[in-house]
């Protein structure tokens, strides 16, 4: 067996670990180990790797956005930014058909402003919406599935961390990816919305509408959200204005949710405990898998997997548009079974190099962004995609009584809106690249 074949039975033994359940983590630990075993003949190469590559790749000053951007989600959780958030939504759009849903999205999205989690924001915002959407009457279907989408507002709306991760495989401006996202996240709330709109008028008895809030009420309700509206000033504007570098901003978003957690009277010492703590864990999950992924990606770069690959699809003479669309579908189809960091980072070095060979008709630059964000975004569809759909299982935990099979049903208005949004992406790029050209 050629080594280039060696790489690509590689992907079937990695996608049979995952399916034993083996963290994702440790398979392509296990399959990067063996695979560079295999090629070179001794473990010592890989022996070497292991203490090499552990420190190149941690030893980078853009990781450390990472725990600052999880660790102001931590504080952000805590210190009931969500009521605040849903409550000023639910005053300007209860009243409406489908109402108390849409303010539970624009509610998520607003949270994912602060948050880069989609797992965090689907939890935070499940506990606050789930009681008042069954309140007034939602079927179950609907109020799960609502909730499942708006999560994963979390990793479109910046700061995400995701992108970060996208960012630093693909060397990509951390800042104008940011940038990119903010038009893609309001058209993903926007299409949210409307799917809920329709719902309710095909269905128009399933939910009870919410009284009108007088407009003195909705404006002291949006006064109540301020400090999600100065921290995502202090972090996005920081940035944008050159005064923050996106590490620093993290740093300072960080620092402000803990203030205003503390203000709010819901820091105490066993919260703060528990948020780092959680931040800990989560920091080492996601670098665990960050390792387990540059392994892996090493094995297939000595193969000569990737580069063979770009050459072999550039002398197909394939239109790069139909590359892209058997691309996405591939994204697509993962995240049927993989969760998305573990996707990017596995799938990023390998399939961004063979893209840029391609010629869309655009700057490098700007089809590094452009192609980010449509990779955000089917990654993010396999949030509410079964059987891996890790948002619908939060939700579905937190409404025990209703079937999995409800919330997955839910969730399908919302990835056929989700796969209408790629569609508009990807014939009119300017949609996420004109705030960039914009400020820059």
Request: charged share 5%; glycine share 10%.
């Amino acid at each position: 067996m050629s080594e280039y074949d060696l790489a690509l039975w590689s992907f079937p033994v990695l996608l049979l670990l995952i399916f034993l359940r083996i963290p994702i983590a440790l398979a392509m630990l296990v399959v990067g180990f063996g695979g560079t075993w295999l090629v070179t003949g001794s473990p010592m190469m890989m022996l070497a790797q292991l203490k090499s590559l552990t420190y190149s790749t941690f030893s980078k000053y853009s990781f450390s956005i990472i725990p600052l951007f999880l660790l102001m989600g931590q504080f952000a959780t805590l210190s009931g930014m969500s009521a605040s958030l849903f409550r000023a939504a639910e005053g300007f759009l209860g009243h409406r058909k489908g109402g108390m849903a849409m303010s539970a999205i624009g509610a998520c999205a607003g949270f994912g402003a602060i948050c880069g989690s989609s797992l965090a924001t689907a939890a935070t915002m499940g506990q606050v919406a789930l009681p008042e959407l069954r309140r007034y009457g939602y079927p179950n279907t609907l109020a799960t599935g609502a909730l499942a989408a708006g999560g994963t507002l979390g990793i479109l709306i910046p700061p995400s961390v995701i992108l970060v991760i996208y960012a630093i495989l693909a060397e990509q401006n951390i800042a104008k990816l940011f940038v990119a996202a903010i038009g893609p996240g309001l058209l993903a709330a926007l299409g949210y919305m409307l799917a809920v709109a329709v719902w309710v008028r095909v269905s128009p008895n399933s939910a009870a509408l919410a009284a009108r809030v007088p407009w003195g009420e909705r404006l002291r309700m949006l006064g109540g959200t301020w400090p999600v509206l100065v921290i995502f000033a202090a972090v996005v504007g920081g940035i944008y204005s050159g005064i923050f570098t996106p590490s620093e901003a993290a740093a300072v978003g960080a620092a402000g949710t803990f203030v205003a957690a503390l203000f709010s009277g819901q820091m105490s010492w066993a919260t703060f405990s528990q948020s780092v703590y959680s931040t800990a864990a989560s920091t080492a999950m996601i670098f665990m898998i960050v390792l387990g992924a540059g392994i892996y990606n090493s094995f297939l770069a000595l193969t000569q997997l990737p580069q063979e690959t770009a050459a072999w699809v550039s002398m197909q003479d394939l239109s790069p548009w139909l590359v892209l669309v058997v691309v996405l579908v591939m994204y697509l189809a993962f995240g049927c079974i993989m969760d998305s960091l573990s996707m990017v980072l596995l799938t990023v070095p390998i399939i961004y190099p063979i893209m840029v060979t391609l010629d869309f008709g655009m700057d490098l630059n700007d089809f590094g962004l452009w192609f980010g964000i449509l990779v955000l975004i089917v990654v993010e569809v396999g949030l509410i995609t079964p059987p891996v759909g890790m948002n619908l299982f939060i939700i579905n935990n937190m409404a025990r009584d209703v079937p999995i099979g409800a919330t997955f049903r839910g969730a399908l208005p919302f990835v056929l809106t989700d796969i209408v949004r790629v569609v508009i992406l990807t014939l009119c790029p300017a949609l996420t690249l004109g705030l960039v050209w914009a400020i820059y």
